[in-house]
């Protein structure tokens, strides 16, 4: 995605728009503004090729950038170190305050997009740094939502499983039942035309566009939805498009139906049309690149799309690695618990001796104190009594 995050330079309007979904997001979008102000720095940019890029070539314009755009990116900086300081001070401050030693390796990977040795001035490092790890970041987020979704199904029918063994046979029997119910009407929907195909566009030209489709342009096409209107289909506005494909799967009133799988679906299609039509693979689809794909046979002739109901997301093997972890985490769980009800009754038991060992010392303490106390009575009455000579 590095292209993309070098096309927000270019055009402002969609760096307000865009939400990378990194940490550092604010930060991230906050220096690429002010670069775009600098006109040198722009120049540079639409002279620089995407290798030169990703190997720190543009990095070095920054030294001939205005001063005033130096001084707000100091500034940016040091905010964002204080930032990260306060969420590590938080962070230090849940896990049991200031007896407990901070995590620096930790520290220092929310620190990798700068260079924390210094935290006052913004220098070509950290413009290096800053490109390098949200390109890192952003190219690796599609494989961490994939895992991320395998979890969230696989904790589904973990979940389902562990309901059935609460139920007696013939109630076992109906909820199965019912699932297959469910699933199977779920599966029963209108064909999916395949993402960024001639069909799957011309649809949205006739029925989100109100247009004819025997009129359908794709150049028109691309004006029309480039929302924006940056000259580039990015990644929100290719989503918008498979509306109208998700509408014939997913509706938020049926019960077969998981708003989750929805999203997932959405991206999976962005994910393929992106694979198929991203040819600089930016992240961005231009017009030029549009237009290439609008000519090949995938986009005329297209094989049909599957849907995520048939593509399970994780196998019986990761399912059962999924669970014996879970087992796993249950068995420590339970055995920390065990452990600190171990440490209870221990403490409870030395309490009760304390308890017993003072209750012990004062019967010791009181015939004592009832001894001296009639002694001193004794001497009391001896040295006031009256010598009778």
Same mark, same amino acid.
């Given at each position: ?106 520290? /220092? ?7 924390h ?16 790890? *949200? ?23 973990h979940?389902?499983?562990?309901? /059935? ?35 799957q ?7 989100a ?17 480039d929302t ?11 989503? *918008? ?21 929805m ?83 221990? /403490? ?29 009575c ?12």
């Open positions: 995605m590095l292209t993309a995050i070098v096309k927000m330079l270019l055009f402002p309007l969609s760096t307000a728009e865009m939400d990378t979904g990194l940490h550092y997001d604010r930060y991230l979008r906050e220096v690429i503004d002010f670069l775009e102000k600098d006109q040198h720095f722009r120049e540079k940019l639409h002279n620089t090729d995407m290798e030169d890029i990703k190997q720190g070539k543009l990095a070095k314009e920054l030294d001939f950038v205005s001063h005033h755009v130096r001084t707000k990116l100091d500034e940016l900086k040091r905010q964002e170190v204080n930032r990260l300081r306060t969420l590590i001070k938080a962070k230090q401050d849940l896990e049991g305050g200031n007896d407990i030693a901070v995590d620096h390796q930790a520290l /220092l990977k929310q620190f990798e997009y700068l260079n040795m210094n935290p006052h001035t913004f220098e070509v490092d950290d413009l290096d740094r800053l490109i390098k790890s *949200a390109t890192n970041d952003l190219e690796n987020y599609d494989k961490e939502r994939h895992e991320e979704f395998k979890r969230y199904e696989m904790m589904k029918e979940d389902r499983r562990e309901h /059935l063994k609460t139920l007696d046979e013939e109630d076992r029997r109906r909820e199965e039942e019912h699932y297959e119910e469910m699933r199977k009407k779920h599966a029963d929907h209108p064909k999916v035309n395949h993402p960024g195909s001639q069909n566009l011309k649809e949205v030209w006739e029925e566009d109100g247009l004819d489709p025997e009129d359908f342009d794709p150049k028109t096409f691309f004006n029309l939805h924006n209107g940056d000259g580039f289909f990015d990644e929100q506005e290719l989503e *918008a498009l498979f509306t109208k494909e998700l509408e014939k799967i997913y509706d938020p009133t049926n019960e077969e139906d998981d708003m989750v799988e999203e997932e679906e959405r991206l999976r299609m962005r994910e393929h049309v992106m694979n198929e039509v991203d040819s600089n693979k930016d992240r961005l689809v231009s017009l030029d690149e549009f237009l290439v794909a609008t000519k090949k046979k995938e986009f005329l002739e297209p094989d049909s799309w599957e849907t995520l109901e048939q593509n399970q997301a994780y196998t019986e093997e990761e399912m059962r690695e999924f669970e014996e972890h879970l087992a796993q985490q249950e068995q420590d769980l339970n055995q920390k618990a065990f452990d600190l009800q171990k440490q209870r009754e221990e /403490l409870e038991r030395q309490q009760e001796q304390l308890n017993a060992q003072k209750m012990e010392l004062q019967q010791v303490q009181q015939p004592l104190t009832h001894s001296y106390s009639t002694t001193l004794f001497f009391s009455i001896n040295i006031t009594k009256p010598d009778p000579n």
